[in-house]
């Protein structure tokens, strides 16, 4: 039990480790595209280029704990948005009392909470379908506080470094910003 609660706890995804495999592996074969590499996982992004690509691999991939992306992988697994499954059901009785984790309700979240969701038509990892389950639950949520944006050539990266984001993406945001603050 001590062994596993010490992996839940380690970082994954040491920045300056994975920095290096990935830049090593862009430079010394020139059959791997880091480009494509990012596809694989988020999709294929329309509007990013080069120069964001370096960007990108100086700051990324950020480092999170192992307990996060096993948090991840069973919600994944499972289908259901639950808290973190310790496995041993005493572990989820101390920390929950049950012996199952929890599911979160998202039909508790408050109607007139303003909410932002912006979602792309070819995101990998927050897919059309997924997002359409979630916008499913909120059906009940004050229309005057939910603004969805739906960019239907966008992939995941997109939202944040293509290179026309600021025009599609952030002016929204900022505005949403604007109108609740």
């Known amino acids: 039990m001590i062994l596993y609660n010490l992996i839940l706890f380690l970082q994954f995804l040491c920045r300056p480790r994975v920095?290096?495999?990935?830049?090593?592996?862009c430079a010394r074969n020139p059959r791997i595209?880091?480009?494509d590499l990012l596809t694989a996982v988020t999709g294929l992004n329309c509007c990013l280029n080069s120069t964001n690509i370096e960007l990108f691999l100086k700051n990324e991939p950020q480092s999170t704990?192992?307990?996060n992306l096993v948090h991840f992988a069973q919600t994944?697994?499972?289908g259901v948005l639950t808290k973190f499954d310790y496995v041993f059901p005493?572990?989820?009785?101390?920390h929950y009392g049950q012996f199952f984790p929890p599911r979160y309700n998202l039909e508790n979240i408050p109607h007139d909470i303003p909410l932002f969701l912006s979602y792309g038509g070819i995101d990998a990892l927050s897919d059309v379908p997924d997002v359409r389950i979630l916008l499913d639950i909120l059906k009940f949520h004050d229309p005057d506080k939910l603004?969805?944006?739906?960019?239907?050539e966008y992939a995941h990266i997109d939202f944040i470094m293509a290179i026309n984001a600021k025009d599609i993406v952030f002016k929204d945001v900022l505005s949403f910003f604007k109108r609740y603050a």
């Open 90 to 94: 005493s572990a989820n009785y101390r």
């Open 65 to 67: 704990s192992t307990k």
């Open 147 to 152: 603004t969805v944006q739906f960019i239907k």
């Open 33 to 35: 595209k880091c480009y």
């Open 19 to 25: 920095k290096a495999l990935v830049g090593s592996l």
């Open 76 to 78: 994944f697994r499972n």
